[in-house]
């Protein structure tokens, strides 16, 4: 009792918190720990690598004929007015925007109505038909060169800039749906519902809500159907055969002749070919970068 009273008596311990255990150091990454030299370095060959075509097309277009000198000085546009003037470039440039804006519109109206039946309605044979979409990816256009070109000619076609556009358009379609689908799914469908709550039909809802959010992703397909649309050289070639009707592709061609090349103004009507898409991409590249990664991820 005497124990067990002394006991009760005496008071209690204080208890003693464990040991803080000791805070780890930040792991640095691997990126944190490479040089930056071995960074740039890559970077910067690479980069030069890409650039000297470009000043070397820029070289000959403004350098005097007969010239050697490395640098371009004096400048000359002889060239330039040669190939615009004499080469008829001024009439292959204007068909190339003609075709390149008509594959445009009608590549992104098309793909638009495509890409939202995609992503917004269930449907028989719905896996299949896109599973046909990318394989349509796999297929080269020049193997439907003569089907084409048979369809074209029984609708009196040929040596019209209606055909180059139809077939830019068929072949740019796929990819295009694909990637508005894709565009679509991420717009959450409850934005659709609450418009027609408030009393809009589909296409109003679409228009008012879903549309303006699309923008990125319309600029991305349309760009790129754009791009194509000018450079490609295919179906210009095998559809076209006056040469008030060519696209300026098919113009640089004529520029090489059997034994001699006028350098200079093939280099001219490169620079006159690559100049617009520049200036495209030079303003749309926000736009660009924005609907890319917003295609990117799975809504």
Not at 75 to 96: D, Y
Not at 182 to 195: D, Q, T
């Amino acid at each position: 009792m005497i124990t067990t009273q002394a006991t009760r008596g005496t008071a209690p311990a204080p208890v003693v918190p464990p040991p803080a255990r000791p805070v780890p150091a930040k792991r640095r990454r691997a990126w944190d720990e490479v040089p930056r030299w071995q960074i740039y370095l890559p970077l910067g060959v690479y980069l030069l690598f890409t650039l000297i075509p470009f000043y070397w097309i820029l070289l000959f277009a403004v350098r005097p004929t007969g010239s050697t000198s490395l640098l371009p000085w004096p400048m000359t546009g002889e060239h330039f007015e040669k190939v615009w003037t004499e080469r008829s470039f001024a009439t292959f440039f204007q068909n190339s925007l003609i075709t390149g804006i008509a594959v445009l519109v009608m590549t992104t109206v098309v793909a638009l109505a495509g890409g939202y039946a995609l992503a917004r309605f269930d449907f028989r044979l719905k896996k299949g038909f896109m599973l046909a979409l990318l394989c349509s990816q796999f297929v080269p256009g020049a193997l439907l060169l003569v089907p084409l070109f048979e369809i074209f000619a029984g609708l009196q076609m040929i040596n019209s800039l209606v055909s180059v556009i139809i077939a830019e358009t068929v072949f740019q379609l796929p990819l295009s749906m694909i990637l508005i689908s894709g565009f679509i799914r991420n717009v959450p469908y409850s934005l659709e519902e609450a418009a027609w709550v408030d009393g809009c039909n589909r296409f109003s809802a679409f228009r008012i809500v879903v549309l303006p959010l699309l923008r990125p992703g319309l600029v991305a397909v349309g760009s790129f159907a754009f791009v194509h649309a000018w450079n490609h050289f295919l179906f210009a070639l095998m559809f076209l055969n006056n040469q008030d009707k060519q696209t300026i592709p098919v113009g640089l061609n004529t520029l090489m002749g059997a034994d001699s090349v006028d350098l200079g103004a093939l280099a001219a009507g490169g620079v006159i070919a690559a100049v617009p898409v520049v200036i495209v991409f030079a303003f749309i590249q926000k736009w660009l970068i924005t609907g890319f990664s917003a295609g990117a991820v799975k809504g």
